[in-house]
């Protein structure tokens, strides 16, 4: 499981935190969602990635369901041009995800 959390680690990085601009992080997220069709389907296949850790690791379903609206939030916001591209440097689903799987796994550790 270690492998998966420092690859959803790398993969949250580069959506929602790779590059700073003007002191704004951003990753490639809203760049890839530019991209009609491809840009919405990729997202939603990193969160369900990020929900099938959570579930792997027993997060709390409330977690999990936190994770979940994330996706859905993103998802429905990534569906209108232009303002889903600005809402995904703001609102950086997959960072949130990947933070509550961190903070679940750090606090789990054995």
Same mark, same amino acid.
């Not at 790398?10 to 002191?23: A, M, P, Q, T, V």
């Not at 840009?39 to 709390?60: A, H, N, Q």
């Given at each position: $499981?270690?492998? !998966?959390?420092?690859? @959803?680690?790398?993969?949250? =990085?580069?959506? =929602?935190?790779?590059?700073?601009?003007? #002191?704004?992080?951003?990753?490639? =997220?809203?760049? %890839? #969602?530019?991209?009609?069709? %491809?840009?919405?389907?990729?997202? *939603? $296949?990193?969160?369900? /990635?990020? *929900?099938?850790? #959570? *579930?792997?690791?027993? %997060?709390?379903?409330?977690?999990?369901?936190? $994770?979940? *609206?994330?996706?859905?939030? =993103? @998802?429905?916001?990534?569906? %209108?041009?232009?303002?889903?591209?600005? /809402?995904?440097?703001? /609102?950086?689903?997959?960072?949130?995800?990947?933070?509550?799987?961190?903070?679940?796994?750090? !606090?789990?550790?054995?």
């Amino acid at each position: $499981m270690d492998r !998966h959390i420092k690859f @959803a680690k790398n993969i949250s =990085d580069l959506l =929602d935190n790779k590059f700073e601009f003007l #002191g704004v992080k951003f990753g490639l =997220d809203p760049l %890839i #969602g530019s991209v009609p069709l %491809i840009g919405d389907v990729i997202p *939603i $296949m990193v969160s369900l /990635y990020f *929900i099938w850790i #959570g *579930i792997k690791l027993k %997060i709390p379903k409330s977690r999990i369901f936190h $994770m979940c *609206i994330n996706m859905l939030v =993103d @998802a429905i916001v990534g569906l %209108i041009p232009v303002v889903g591209d600005f /809402y995904d440097i703001i /609102y950086r689903s997959h960072y949130k995800n990947f933070q509550i799987i961190s903070e679940f796994f750090e !606090h789990n550790k054995k």
